[in-house]
């Protein structure tokens, strides 16, 4: 955009329409946790639906994929509503870069191969996007960090709810998918990997107390233009930038969210993976 835009002057419908396409491509991962009176369902975190070539993937962070794969089945939802199915762990391939623990240099990112007959169910609610033609995209147009704005795209934890019914023996999980507006606060390099700061105020009314459950969730970047009459666009462009992963917070509500950025994503990761250079 050529000029900054204030968060707080950017048209509700704008940022509606940005949640709103953005969330095509966004999954939340549980597992369900066996119990004496029945199964209770546990938010584990957030991923991205992606293709390369031909093969459906969830882009997450490693830390995500170690928790799920200790469960037999993998819960995938797929709507604000009751859209979710299990997926077996044994289907899924994986892909990590992993420094071994949570840290805040990472590296933790992971990319899950879905099987064939999994994606069938997954289409037809949600989209994956073309990751090998956005690193293409990239190299014409690196990012813009100055004025530009940015979202981070995961659940909620804190405003998951879990609803047991006693007579029927089942629970009801409600997980809520959103798209979290910020600006770039800082940039940092470290062993080769890059990461992007998104600050974020944790005293604000609506803003969560942590943001766990964002956790392996995508950071794209937002394309807003303001014209001569004032009026505020979006390009509707998906410009996928990275993977969150860590978050710190402040004594005086001051904090971040830390996303794995697009040299950690498209070169780092991607070299190590073997993943085609072209699309």
Request: hydrophobic residues 40%.
């Amino acid at each position: 955009m050529n000029k900054e835009i204030p968060i707080k002057d950017i048209p509700q419908t704008v940022l509606d329409d940005v949640i709103g396409l953005l969330k095509n491509y966004l999954v939340a991962v549980y597992t369900v946790v066996p119990e004496k009176q029945q199964p209770r369902p546990r938010p584990i975190g957030s991923g991205t639906f992606v293709e390369i070539e031909g093969a459906h993937y969830i882009l997450t962070a490693a830390h995500v994929w170690r928790k799920a794969r200790e469960a037999k089945n993998i819960g995938l939802v797929l709507t604000d509503h009751q859209s979710s199915f299990m997926v077996l762990r044994d289907g899924i391939s994986a892909k990590e870069v992993w420094g071994g623990k949570i840290q805040e240099w990472g590296p933790d990112i992971a990319l899950l191969e879905l099987a064939p007959s999994d994606v069938v169910t997954i289409n037809a609610h949600k989209s994956f996007l073309n990751l090998a033609q956005q690193k293409e995209a990239l190299s014409e147009c690196p990012p813009i960090i100055e004025k530009g704005l940015w979202a981070v795209t995961g659940m909620v934890g804190e405003s998951t709810e879990v609803q047991a019914n006693t007579e029927t023996r089942t629970v009801t999980c409600h997980i809520h998918g959103e798209a979290f507006i910020s600006a770039v606060q800082q940039t940092h390099e470290h062993n080769g990997y890059d990461y992007f700061d998104l600050g974020a105020n944790f005293e604000l009314p609506g803003v969560p107390s942590s943001f766990g459950g964002a956790s392996g969730g995508g950071l794209w970047q937002i394309n807003l233009s303001i014209a001569k009459s004032g009026t505020i666009s979006w390009d509707r462009k998906r410009c996928f930038r990275g993977v969150a992963f860590w978050e710190s917070k402040e004594p005086d509500g001051q904090g971040i969210i830390r996303c794995h950025g697009p040299k950690s994503i498209f070169e780092k990761a991607w070299d190590s993976w073997g993943l085609p250079s072209r699309t």
